[in-house]
Each structure stands twice: as C-alpha cells, then as structure tokens.
Nanobody
Framework: QVQLVESGGGLVQPGGSLRLSCTAS????????VGWFRQAPGKEREGVSY???????YYAESVKGRFTISRDFAKNTVTLQMNSLKHEDTGVYYC????????????????????????WGQGTQVSVSS
C-alpha cells in the first residue's frame, strides 16, 4: 500500500524556520515528481514547490528565496526547508507524488498541476504566529 506521510509542521514565530518532510512507503520516490501544496483557511489550495530533479524545481513567487525543496534518496523523502516564515505561510501543507515515466516532464521550472498527481499525503499544519 502506498503512503505519503508529511511531518515537521508546527507553530513558529514570524521569521522562524520549519523543515517539512514527505516520506513515502510502498513506492520509490526516485521516479516521481513531488509537489508541496498548502491550503489556508477559507482559501484555495495552492502549489508551493515542486521537484522533478535537482536541476528541475519550481517555487511559487511568494516563497522564492525562502523555501528550498530537496530529495533524500536514501530516506525516500522529499523535504521542504522553510525559512523566514510569514503569517501568510500558515496553512495545511500537503505533499503529492506523480509518476514521471507516465506523466512526462513539465519542462524546467514548472509544476505539475494538482489534478495530475497519483498520491497525496494527509497534510501537516504549519502555523506562523507571534
């Protein structure tokens, strides 16, 4: 059974940092593009970051320069390092995986749309508050 499990969320003050992890079981993330999405109360889900390879990543404009996405092949995990957090980063963060041999590449610097992912995690809450 395939599972994606997010971890690392929590409460942090503005300017602080969190490191989110998306760990997979039942599949090997090497062959998958992995995206991070978030949803704030009363708002639509938005794409935050995406990784196909170390040279093909995407960041929403609102997080560029503050968030970094990376893979840990040994741990079958994708992490999202979030620095200089702001109130508006608050929300539930979800990771999702799309099988790239089937889906194909998005092209450099683009994110696979949310409706094309094969698997989703349950989400982890990130709250930025003073």
């Amino acid at each position: 059974q395939v599972q994606l499990v997010e971890s690392g969320g929590g409460l942090v003050q503005p300017g602080g940092s969190l490191r989110l992890s998306c760990t997979a079981s039942g599949l090997t993330l090497d062959a998958y593009g992995v995206g991070w999405f978030r949803q704030a109360p009363g708002k639509e889900r938005e794409g935050v970051s995406y990784i196909a390879s170390s040279t093909n990543t995407y960041y929403a404009e609102s997080v560029k320069g503050r968030f970094t996405i990376s893979r840990d092949f040994a741990k079958n995990t994708v992490t999202l390092q979030m620095n200089s957090l702001k109130h508006e980063d608050t929300g539930v963060y979800y990771c999702a995986a799309v099988f790239l041999p089937r889906r194909g590449s998005t092209g450099r610097g683009k994110m696979v749309p949310a409706n094309e992912y094969d698997y989703w995690g349950q989400g982890t809450q990130v709250s930025v508050s003073s």
